[in-house]
C-alpha cells in the first residue's frame, strides 16, 4: 500500500511519472517537476497513477480491487442505504473499514475498494454490488 497516495477504485487513471514532493509527517504534497525533469523542492518519487490539477500539483493514487469482482459485495436492497466509497480490509467474508495507516499493517486479507458500502455498528462494511438494485 502506498503510503502517501489516494486510496481510489481500480480506474484510477495512468500517470506513470516522476513526481517531486515534499513528505511532511503523513502527509505530502506533490508536483511534476521542471521542465529539465529536476525538483526544485523535496524528493523525486515515482508516481504510477495519479492526476495533475490546473496549478500543476499532483495527486498520486493508490488503485484497489473492486469488492465486488472479488466476491464480496452483496445484492443492494430495494430502498438505498445511505452510501460511501470506503475502503475495507475483507478476511473470511467480512469487511472491515480501513481509516489509518495502524489499520493497514493490522489487515490479514486483502485491501479492496468499495464503490457502494455502508459501515456497520459492529465495525464491518457491507459493499453492494451497483449492477443489482438501486
Known amino acids: 500500500m502506498a503510503r502517501f497516495c489516494k486510496w481510489t477504485g481500480p480506474d484510477a487513471p495512468t500517470l506513470a511519472a516522476d513526481v517531486c514532493c515534499v513528505i511532511d509527517g503523513g502527509d505530502a504534497a506533490c508536483w ?62 467480512a469487511c472491515h473499514l480501513i481509516t489509518a495507516d495502524e489499520e493497514i499493517f493490522t489487515c490479514k486479507g486483502s485491501f479492496v475498494s468499495c464503490g457502494w458500502g455502508q459501515t456497520n455498528v459492529d465495525g464491518t462494511v457491507t459493499c453492494y454490488d451497483q449492477d443489482h438494485g438501486f
Open 32 to 93: 511534476l517537476p521542471d521542465p529539465n525533469e529536476r525538483c526544485t523542492a523535496g524528493v523525486k518519487r515515482y508516481c504510477e497513477y495519479g492526476e495533475v490539477d490546473s496549478a500543476g500539483g499532483v495527486v498520486c493514487l493508490q488503485p484497489l480491487p473492486d469488492a465486488c469482482q472479488a466476491g464480496h459485495c452483496v445484492d443492494a436492497p430495494e430502498l438505498p442505504p445511505p452510501t460511501e466509497a470506503l475502503v475495507a480490509c475483507c478476511t473470511a467474508g
